[in-house]
């Protein structure tokens, strides 16, 4: 199994983007899909997440309202729509795939699978 995220790019404060996670080898639909990120100097920390089924969702508490994650399992990809970006959010996201089908595991350690990454930066 193999992921592979994309969409990162350079945006400014205000403004949006959305970021792919494409799941190969496997079916998607076996997996919650977690999104991650990292900044510079800071720990990896859980951005949100889906369940298999797309019909529970979990954000930490920063991205409310502001990120929507989806999924569409026939494409084995899922999604992550970042809107109102702001500086701080500056990062490389990472998408995770978890065997977790009861909830939305929000440690990395949870996850089984783990895409290369897409930076995103948001410039003042």
């Known amino acids: 199994v193999q992921l592979q995220a994309f969409g990162g790019g350079l945006v400014q404060a205000g403004g949006s983007l959305r970021l792919s996670c494409a799941l190969s080898?496997?079916?998607?639909?076996?997996?919650?899909v977690g999104w991650f990120r990292q900044a510079p100097g800071k720990e990896r920390e859980f951005v949100a997440g889906?369940?298999?089924?797309?019909?529970?969702?979990r954000y930490a508490d920063s991205m409310k309202g502001r990120f929507v994650i989806s999924r569409d399992n026939d494409k084995n990809t899922g999604y992550l729509q970042m809107k109102s970006l702001k500086p701080e959010d500056t990062a490389i996201y990472y998408c995770a795939a978890s065997l977790n089908l009861f909830t939305i595991p929000t440690m990395s350690r949870e996850y089984d699978h783990w895409g290369q990454g897409t930076l995103v930066t948001v410039s003042s």
């Open positions: 889906i369940a298999w089924s797309g019909t529970m969702t």
């Open positions: 080898g496997g079916a998607l639909s076996s997996y919650a």
